[in-house]
């Protein structure tokens, strides 16, 4: 099996996250409409296909794309009898399709991309304060860019990426930007 250029290719288990599981082990199943949406698409794949220029992955790994890759049937291909589903690691408007690759356990982010981990703030007052994750402040985790290392407190502003919602990755919520688009680092 060959990749194109700029590409990768990976098998996934299933294209829909369409069933999520309550406390007590009760399995509920989505909607169709539902299943299609944004938060219920597979974004993580084992690369059976490496294109001649794409230097930061290899077969065999595990990697963790943009929703779009799957929600998009047009990336989906059937050899023979294996689905894969193509990944474009070149940047096309403006962001490539891969975020990072997952090695031993650990998330190595590529192609410019930071993982945020989001921090709770404060937010009203008196006894009407509430908790929420902060959409402008969060904590480096992972980051291809040197300036930035584990444990920084980094400001990005409100429109730090494309989806405001934080993206599940190995278990743990995490922002995942573009490291060109954090503002600056908390100097406390």
């Known amino acids: 099996m060959k990749a194109k250029r700029h590409q990768i290719l990976v098998t996934i288990g299933s294209r829909l996250n369409d069933t999520f599981t309550a406390p007590g082990g009760m399995v509920f199943y989505n909607y169709q409409h539902e ?5 219920n698409v597979t974004q993580v794949g084992k690369v059976v296909a490496v294109g001649e220029d794409v230097k930061q992955v290899k077969v065999g790994d595990d990697v963790f794309f943009r929703w779009t890759v ?12 294996t689905d894969v589903w193509a990944i474009n690691c070149l940047v096309k408007f403006g962001i490539t399709d891969l975020f990072a690759v997952i090695t031993d356990g650990k998330i190595v982010p590529v192609c410019g991309f930071a993982f945020v981990e989001p ?3 404060e937010i009203g007052f008196g006894e009407y304060k509430v908790t929420k994750k902060s959409e402008q402040w969060g904590i480096i985790r992972y980051s291809d860019n040197p300036n930035f290392k584990d444990g920084d407190k980094v400001f990005f502003g409100s429109e730090h990426n494309d989806n405001a919602d934080p ?14 688009r ?7």
């Not at 993206?167 to 573009?178: H, P």
């Not at 954090?182 to 406390?188: A, K």
């Open 35 to 39: 299943a299609l949406s944004t938060n």
């Open 70 to 81: 799957t929600h998009d049937e047009d990336n989906h291909i059937l050899y023979g009898e």
């Open 119 to 121: 921090i709770e703030e």
């Open 167 to 180: 993206n599940t990755v190995l278990g743990k919520q995490y922002y995942i930007m573009e490291s060109s």
């Open 182 to 188: 954090i503002l600056g680092i908390d100097g406390d």
